[in-house]
C-alpha cells in the first residue's frame, strides 16, 4: 500500500508560479513511476507530467511541456510540480498518482492522492 498527499495549491494570478509536492509514504520500494494529472470542473481528468523512480526520467503532456516541471527530491520519497507563467485554464484540482508495475508499453497508476485546488485568477 502506497499513500500520497498532495500539498502546494492555492490561489494565483495569471503569470504567476506554484509548486506542488507529494509526498510517498508506505511500501514506496514497489514504486516505478509517479504522475501528476488535473480535473477541472466539468471536464476530463488531464495527464501533466510524469517522472520515473529510479533514474528521474520525465514526461509531460505536450500543451504543458516548457511551462511545467517535475522531478524527484533528494528524499527519494517527494516528487514536486514546478508550475510556471499559470493561466486561467491551469485552474483544476491537481492530483499525483503512484504506478507500482509499468512498462513503455503500458503505465498503470495504482494509487492516488487526495488532491490539491490550483486556482489562477486574471
Known amino acids: 500500500q502506497v499513500q500520497l498527499v498532495e500539498s502546494g495549491g492555492g490561489l494565483v494570478q495569471a503569470g504567476g508560479s506554484l509548486r506542488l509536492s507529494c509526498a510517498a509514504s508506505g511500501r514506496t520500494f514497489s514504486v516505478d513511476r509517479m504522475g501528476w494529472f488535473r480535473q477541472a470542473p466539468g471536464k476530463e481528468r488531464e495527464f501533466v507530467a510524469a517522472?520515473?523512480?529510479?533514474?528521474?526520467?520525465?514526461f509531460y503532456a505536450d500543451s504543458l511541456k516548457g511551462r511545467f516541471t517535475t522531478w524527484r527530491g533528494s528524499a527519494k520519497n517527494t516528487v514536486y510540480l514546478q508550475m510556471n507563467s499559470l493561466k486561467p485554464e491551469d485552474t483544476a484540482a491537481y492530483y499525483c498518482?503512484?504506478?507500482?508495475?509499468?512498462?513503455?508499453?503500458?503505465?498503470?497508476?495504482?494509487?492516488w492522492g487526495q488532491g490539491t485546488q490550483v486556482t489562477v485568477s486574471s
Open positions: 498518482a503512484a504506478s507500482t508495475h509499468s512498462t513503455v508499453a503500458v503505465v498503470r497508476y495504482d494509487y
Open positions: 517522472v520515473t523512480w529510479s533514474d528521474g526520467k520525465t
